[in-house]
């Protein structure tokens, strides 16, 4: 056999090898390194009265760095334009009866819950779900396909288009904080209860933000707060609680502003 | 060049057998010919979808020109052609039965996209309102979207295993969650304008790089946790994300895992004047090094040392079971 056959065979044999190799380097385990778990609660009063209470539903951010070093990102979100729920569905043209129903169980769009046959035809009826199912009976030939499917019937902006706004405005000021940070930013959403868990933290300062505002009764509370995770706090869940006003355990307080009017 | 030639036909020989021999009895969406828009062959919704299915869906295989385009003389080689196989029950001009769409005897060629921290955002309420019971203690109660919309409760008991239970430990039905079987849960908003929508299968479906099937038990490290248990008072019904608490943060289904941290359990089970399972069964541990834990385990798992986190909620330093004497 000469070289140049010899080399053809080498050749076979690593193309048909390579596959296999890399499937192995893929199957190896990194070795385990130890991180620590950040506990959120996050809890809020309407008033200041009233007793402090889970934030449900919410989601918060965790963005590596210090306050100092994520400044411009910080003066950002505190710079960004706010729009209420209920200004967000009056500008796009939802019927009162739309946003009533949104309001009834305090829900951001038309997913959150089901809706009721009551809601759909007689008195009781919001008459964008009522002209959405009758186009929906026409296309499923099924009334109760219609009603379970009847959002596919929705004009976008009513539809999602609060949620696609406010991600929008999210992505935004997720890319800003990546670029500052050089990091992967993580992010949770808050239990009934209003606690979630941050996992897999190495060491080092954190942002604790929900990078857009929060609406609370009247008003609209952001919170930018650091957070350190030291050696010492790898071993257990460190707890970290946060509200909209001061309290014994309260690590970060919210900034206030009253909701504004709408335009 | 001599030898090459012949090493390159003793190659080609070789792998003749792999490239020449088509089984036509499988079909495979690898197949580059195959890899055309999904529309091409999959009409959605299938032509008769009412026959077989309460809402708008892909019930059936695509008709016969899908294939006879480039099959025609598969489609009549012989008496009884392999390739009506695929979707046929029995290969005769006079049966049309075919098999259940799609036929759960092949395994699945195709992976699903599901981004839990999206849905869990969009159907995130402005607040599950504290307030509002207080103040409308009169409203009804409302059914707010959530993880039940695709998990529900499941009704019948998995099917055992090949060789059976562990430890001859049937999990009961309220063992585990249900998972969507169907598009029912995904057309109902993704049908037509929210994408991906119902036409646009890959936005949901990616080609997976061998075909597979899944796992008939769901994995789990403690296989008597019942989701719908917790006792009379059915206790552990709670939000999924009180104890998932890594599946708001979960953009893909790749590496997904179910992280249920110890101290979601030891809330109530290792709580004074509550329940004292977990120290009960590492104080057997102490006493016996062999002692398999087995209040929340089978003994694949406890025969295991116990994590450092449970000796650490227990307020004790982690120990192996090597070091017990």
Redesign the interface.
């Known amino acids: 056999?000469?070289r140049?056959?010899r080399l053809?065979?080498v050749l076979?044999a690593l193309l048909l090898g390579l596959p296999l190799a890399i499937g192995h380097s893929q199957s190896q385990d990194a070795p385990a390194q130890q991180s620590g778990?950040v506990r959120l609660r996050a809890r809020v009063k309407?008033n200041d009265s009233?007793p402090l209470?889970?934030?449900?539903?919410?989601?918060f951010f965790l963005i590596p760095g210090s306050l100092e070093q994520n400044r411009a990102l910080v003066e950002a979100i505190e710079r960004q334009p706010l729009v209420t729920?209920d200004c967000y569905y009056t500008k796009n043209g939802a019927s009162p009866a739309l946003i009533a129903w949104l309001k009834?169980?305090?829900?951001?769009?038309v997913?959150?819950?089901?809706v009721e046959q009551d809601f759909v035809t007689g008195p009781k009826a919001v008459p964008e779900f009522a002209t959405a199912f009758a186009t929906s009976e026409k296309e499923?030939?099924?009334a109760?396909?219609a009603r379970?499917?009847l959002?596919?019937n929705l004009s976008?902006n009513l539809?999602?288009g609060f949620?696609r706004d406010r991600?929008a405005a999210i992505d935004a000021l997720l890319k800003q904080a990546q670029a500052t940070s050089g990091a992967a930013v993580?992010?949770?959403?808050t239990?009934?209860?209003g606690?979630?868990?941050f996992?897999d933290l190495i060491p080092g300062t954190y942002v604790v933000t929900n990078l857009i505002p929060t609406?609370?009764g009247q008003a609209l509370a952001t919170w930018n707060c650091e957070l350190q995770i030291k050696p010492d706090d790898l071993?257990?869940?460190k707890p970290y609680l946060i509200a909209n006003r001061k309290d014994r355990l309260v690590k970060c307080i919210a900034i206030e502003k009253p909701a504004p009017a709408c335009q | 060049?001599n030898?090459?030639l012949k090493?390159?036909v003793f190659?080609c020989v070789c792998l003749w057998p792999t490239y020449a021999a088509v089984d036509y009895t499988k079909f495979s969406h690898s197949t580059p010919k195959h890899k055309a828009a999904c529309n091409t062959c999959h009409k959605i919704p299938t032509k008769d979808w009412?026959k077989g299915s309460?809402?708008?869906d892909i019930t059936d295989y695509p008709d016969h020109d899908a294939c006879v385009s480039c099959h025609r003389a598969q489609f009549f080689r012989g008496a009884r052609p392999p390739i009506c196989t695929v979707c046929h029950v029995k290969t005769s001009p006079r049966d049309e039965a075919r098999y259940a769409f799609r036929n759960p005897a092949t395994k699945l060629q195709f992976t699903i996209e599901f981004p839990h921290?999206r849905h869990?955002?969009?159907?995130?309420?402005?607040?599950?309102?504290?307030?509002?019971s207080k103040l409308l203690a009169h409203?009804p109660q409302?059914?707010?979207?959530n993880c039940t919309i695709c998990h529900a409760q499941a009704t019948t008991a998995t099917t055992p295993p090949t060789g059976g239970w562990l430890d001859a430990y049937a999990p009961p039905a309220a063992t585990f969650k249900a998972v969507p079987l169907d598009h029912s849960s995904c057309?109902?908003?993704h049908?037509?304008?929210?994408e991906p929508v119902a036409i646009n299968c890959n936005g949901c479906h990616k080609l997976a790089t061998t075909p597979y099937t899944t796992a008939t038990v769901p994995v789990r490290i403690s296989l008597k946790f019942m989701h719908d248990g917790g006792g009379e008072k059915k206790q552990h019904v709670a939000?999924c994300?009180?104890c998932h608490?890594?599946i708001?943060?979960s953009a893909t289904l790749r590496t997904l895992k179910p992280?249920v941290?110890i101290?979601s359990c030891t809330e109530c089970h290792n709580k004074d004047g509550l329940r004292q399972d977990l120290n009960t069964e590492l104080a057997a541990l102490d006493k016996n090094r062999a002692f398999t834990c087995v209040y929340c385990h089978t003994s694949n798992v406890g025969k295991l040392d116990a994590p450092a986190s449970h000796y650490?909620i227990a307020q004790r330093p982690p120990l192996k079971r090597s070091a017990i004497k």
């Open positions: 056999m000469n140049r056959a053809l065979l076979i778990v309407l009233a209470r889970g934030l449900a539903r919410k989601r729920r009834e169980a305090d829900c951001e769009s997913y959150c819950r089901d499923f030939a099924n109760a396909t379970k499917w959002t596919t976008p539809r999602d949620y991600k993580q992010s949770v959403m239990d009934r209860n606690t979630a868990f996992t609406e609370i071993a257990s869940e | 060049m030898t090459i090493a390159s190659i009412t309460a809402f708008p921290d869990q955002d969009v159907i995130a309420l402005r607040q599950t309102n504290p307030w509002r409203a409302q059914n707010f979207n057309f109902n908003c049908w037509k304008s929210q939000e994300t009180t608490i890594n708001t943060k992280d941290p101290t650490l």
